[in-house]
């Protein structure tokens, strides 16, 4: 199961935001990789990558988002947010079958 | 650029069928998986499964295992979801995403998604 909080965020413009996702089990594979992929869904919109195995950036996200965390508990920070950061944000891991979804968190300004 | 295309929108009754095609391009098709995702109207994202688009292995969610088909045609690249005797509960927007072709890691790039409404 994963957890993330909070499940609303109101954000100021230019100031920076942190989602936490933990999980009831560590997301170590057996491959010694940890797969917790943070996704961003606006509305309308399917959900969109923006950082896998943790830290990992996708082509064309901007910098100011990233990922931490190890073993059971991670963090999605966003850096000076911006309007257009606004949306749903979920973790997944995809370590354990099935793969699942944290509830997600609505990022609001 | 990579991308996936997905069906139309199904309006179906309880205990109908339903099938959704997945058709990507940009990309080595046979070298991925495509997992299927389902959001129901205002809630989170569910995983149903996954398939191998090179060797046709599957794998299920217990909550629709049993109900639904995965496949895939390598020579057009796309896949398809076929979820049998619908229920009300599966009313939802379902999502193809290209996967890893081990099943593990999780998702990459999504469809836009096909709108599924089961009402009598």
């Known amino acids: 199961v994963l957890t993330q909080s909070p499940l609303n965020l109101p954000v100021t413009l230019g100031q920076s935001a942190s989602i936490s996702c933990t999980s009831s089990?560590?997301?170590?594979?057996?491959?010694?990789?940890?797969?917790l992929n943070w996704f961003v869904q606006r509305p309308g919109q399917a959900p969109r990558r923006l950082i896998y195995k943790v830290s990992a950036r996708d082509s064309g996200v901007s910098g100011r988002f990233s990922g931490s965390g190890s073993d059971t508990d991670f963090t999605l920070k966003v850096s000076s947010v911006e309007a257009d950061d606004v949306g749903v944000y979920y973790c997944?891991?995809?370590?354990?079958?099935?793969?699942?979804f944290g509830q997600g968190t609505k990022v609001e300004i | 650029q990579i991308q996936l295309a997905q069906s139309g929108a199904e309006w179906k009754q309880p205990g109908a069928s339903v099938r959704i095609s997945c058709k990507a391009s940009g990309y080595i098709f046979g070298n991925f998986g495509v997992a299927w995702v389902r959001q129901a109207p205002g809630q989170g994202l569910e995983w149903l499964g996954w398939?191998?688009?090179?060797?046709?292995?599957?794998k299920f969610s217990q909550t629709v295992q049993g109900r639904v088909t995965f496949t895939t045609e390598t020579s057009t690249a796309t896949a398809y979801m076929d979820l049998r005797s619908l229920k009300l509960s599966d009313s939802a927007t379902y999502f193809c995403?290209?996967?890893?072709?081990?099943?593990?890691?999780?998702?990459?790039?999504w469809g836009p998604g096909t709108r599924v409404t089961v009402s009598s």
């Open positions: 398939i191998s688009a090179s060797t046709g292995d599957s």
């Open positions: 089990q560590s997301l170590v594979h057996s491959d010694g990789k940890i797969y």
């Open positions: 997944m891991q995809g370590t354990h079958w099935p793969p699942t």
């Open positions: 995403a290209r996967a890893s072709s081990s099943a593990v890691g999780g998702v990459s790039i």
